[in-house]
Each structure stands twice: as structure tokens, then as C-alpha cells.
């Protein structure tokens, strides 16, 4: 059974930073491209981040400089280290697990008070 479990959402003012961290169980990890969405409400889930297998990164250009996404295989782990945070930025974010496969989370509140 495939599990993605994220944390490290929360409350935080404009210009604060946060982490995100999601574990997956279930899936040969390292074989996975992984990724962060995010959705606000009564709008489509968009990209915010994605890390191949290899490491290779893409970014959507809202959070480009902002936001850095990185992995630990041996942990299983998918991070999304956010700075400069802005109220735009409020939203549920979702980590996907890709390979022939889409896999998601649960989903994290993330909330940026201006």
C-alpha cells in the first residue's frame, strides 16, 4: 500500500519561511520522480515543484528563488524548503509520487497572513 505523508504546514506571516517534508512508504523511492502541488479553493491543483530521480529539479515561475525542493533517498523523503513567503502562497499542498503511476497525499494546509 502506497503512503504519502506530509507535515510541516502551518501559520506563518508574509516573509516567514516553512518546510514541508513528505515520507513515502509503498514505492521503490528512488525510482520516483517527486513533486509538490498546491490548490487553493475552487481553483485546479498547479506545480509547484518537482525532483527526478536523478535530481533534476523544475519550478513554477511563482515560486522560482523562493522555494527549493530536495530529496533523501535513504529516507524516503521529499522536502520543500519555502522563503519569502507571500499570502498568494496560501493554499492545501499535496506531494505526488511519479512514475508510470500518480500517487498523492493527504495534503498540508500552508496559510500566509499579510
Known amino acids: 500500500q502506497v503512503q504519502l505523508v506530509e507535515s510541516g504546514g502551518g501559520l506563518v506571516q508574509a516573509g516567514g519561511s516553512l518546510r514541508l517534508s513528505c515520507a513515502a512508504s509503498g514505492i521503490i523511492f528512488n525510482m520516483y520522480r517527486m513533486g509538490w502541488y498546491r490548490q487553493e479553493p475552487g481553483k485546479q491543483r498547479e506545480l509547484v515543484a518537482t525532483v527526478t530521480s536523478g535530481g533534476s529539479t523544475n519550478y513554477a515561475d511563482s515560486v522560482k528563488g523562493r522555494f527549493t525542493i530536495s530529496r533523501d533517498n535513504a529516507k524516503n523523503t521529499v522536502y520543500l524548503q519555502m522563503n519569502g513567503l507571500k499570502p498568494e502562497d496560501t493554499a492545501v499542498y499535496y506531494c505526488?509520487?511519479?512514475?508510470?503511476?500518480?500517487?498523492w497525499g493527504q495534503g498540508t494546509q500552508v496559510t500566509v497572513s499579510s
Open positions: 505526488n509520487a511519479y512514475r508510470v503511476t500518480s500517487y
